[in-house]
């Protein structure tokens, strides 16, 4: 099914923007590790939405009311099965989107695939609210994921033409994200993230949206995690950040740049640090045929604009087959990167606890 992932444990994702709720099944994590509540509510207001006037007004609490799979504060073994409600659903902003479908958005081809029987409210499953669900299950996994010395942090790099300072791919550190700004943005200078912001609000002013670029990184991942060809770290990675709506792409270590090197500058000469195996550069982002060398893991993921924009569109209506034109109303985000940020480090997380847990609830010692 489309909307589950994972070999070693298994993500399933439920629900619709305007639906009673949206959650998750998560199986195969840890019997016995203890969920840090506050962390992961802390983690999940970072995407929420309503929490800064850079973002849509809808405003969710987006807190997990867990059904099963936790006891006493602990992962208890069982599929670990959660419930988001949606309470400030407006289903009627979308009713015209049945036969008008709205430029950039997924309503034609949900139309074609499904019938006609798909939820059109708020893109239905192909909303962005589907990323609270799978940041909630992130949040967990890097909890477990720290626990092994494994951290995760991600930044804007980047909004328009706009760009910030990146992470260095040799050095990046936990330090490095613990010394981020997060107001009004998420960037390793407060500078850049004032200048994005105002890239941001112009688009806004103009009935307009803007895209930009996440850059996110993984330290202490130990050398020889993935596998080759279909199955590398690589691989596994871009396919759930792929999941997020409005990714258009992601390119690891020097990414699309590589095609225009050649291989004595892009490749990363080996030398013995301190009796461990490192390299000079990290071009390659930490991962060489699909299994992680022990150098940083970074990537970046590319969003598009936000297709919600207010202003007048022109489209066809699919029932009667003419030209028409549209505004769309409702409420969207200017640039949906800011609250993209957590997610990322969420998708990252999910797949790096896929590639390193052993299945099958083996106890870990917690």
Not at 5 to 17: A, T
Not at 20 to 40: H, K, N, T
Request: glycine share 12%.
């Amino acid at each position: 099914m489309s909307s589950s992932w994972g070999r070693r444990i298994r993500v399933s994702i439920f629900g619709q923007s305007h639906s009673a709720g949206i959650g998750a099944v998560v199986e195969g994590l840890p019997a016995g590790f203890p969920i840090d509540m506050e962390r992961l509510a802390a983690f999940l207001a970072r995407r929420a939405p309503g929490k800064s006037p850079l973002s849509t007004p809808r405003k969710e609490a987006d807190a997990p009311e867990f059904l099963s799979g936790v006891a006493n504060g602990r992962l208890c073994g069982a599929p670990l099965a959660f419930v988001i409600r949606n309470t400030n659903v407006r289903p009627g902003d979308y009713t015209e989107f049945i036969d008008v479908p709205r430029p950039g958005h997924a309503d034609w081809t949900a139309a074609v695939k499904y019938g006609g029987f798909q939820d059109a409210s708020g893109g239905g499953h192909f909303s962005g609210r589907l990323t609270a669900p799978l940041t909630a299950a992130g949040g967990i996994c890097m909890q477990i994921l720290e626990s092994m010395g494994i951290f995760i942090g991600a930044h804007i790099l980047s909004i328009g033409s706009e760009r910030g300072r990146g992470f260095d791919p040799v050095n990046v550190s936990k330090a490095d994200f613990d010394a981020r700004i997060f107001s009004p943005l998420t960037v390793l200078d407060a500078a850049a993230g004032e200048r994005m912001a105002a890239v941001i609000e112009a688009a806004r002013s103009e009935n307009d949206s803007i895209g930009g670029v996440v850059e996110c990184a993984a330290v202490g991942l130990p050398a020889g995690v993935g596998e080759p060809m279909f199955d590398g770290l690589e691989s596994a990675i871009a396919q759930v950040v792929f999941g997020i709506p409005a990714v258009k792409g992601v390119e690891f270590g020097a990414g699309f740049e590589a095609a225009r090197m050649r291989g004595s500058e892009h490749n990363d000469l080996f030398v013995n640090s301190g009796g461990q195996v490192r390299t000079l550069s990290n071009n390659h982002g930490g991962s060489l045929g699909g299994i992680s060398s022990g150098m940083p893991l970074i990537f970046r993921a590319a969003f598009k604009p936000t297709p919600s924009i207010g202003r007048v569109q022109k489209t066809l209506n699919v029932k009667t087959m003419t030209p028409t034109e549209l505004t769309i109303k409702g409420r969207h985000d200017p640039c949906i990167v800011p609250r993209a940020v957590p997610v990322v480090e969420a998708a990252c997380a999910v797949a790096l606890c896929d590639a390193l847990l052993p299945g099958d609830y083996a106890p870990l010692k917690f």
